[in-house]
Nanobody
């Protein structure tokens, strides 16, 4: 059974940094495209960053230059390095694994950016 577990969220001041992790099990991690989504209260879930099986990265405009997505296939782990955090980055962050008809989600980790 596929399982994704996020960690690394928390409370941080504006301008601070956090690194989120997502550990995968139960499926062939290396052949899945991996994504980070976020959802703030009252808003729709939005795609933050993606990384392909070949390592190609894409980012939402709002986080370009501040966030970096990367993966370690040997550790079956996805990361999101978040720098220069802003209050508008506050949200639940969700890890997603996608490949053809397969679509797996983690339970999320909360990020709060506040002074």
């Amino acid at each position: 059974q596929a399982h994704l577990v996020e960690s690394g969220g928390g409370l941080v001041q504006p301008g601070g940094s956090l690194r989120l992790s997502c550990t995968a099990s139960g499926f062939a991690f290396s052949i899945f495209a991996m994504n980070w989504y976020r959802q703030a209260p009252g808003k729709e879930r939005e795609l933050v960053a993606s990384i392909s099986t070949g390592g190609m990265e894409t980012y939402a405009e709002a986080v370009k230059g501040r966030f970096t997505i990367f993966r370690d296939n040997s550790e079956r782990t996805l990361y999101l390095q978040m720098n220069n955090l802003k209050p508008e980055d506050s949200a639940g962050y969700y890890c997603n694994a996608r490949q053809v008809v397969f679509d797996y989600w983690g339970q999320g980790t909360q990020v709060t950016v506040s002074a």
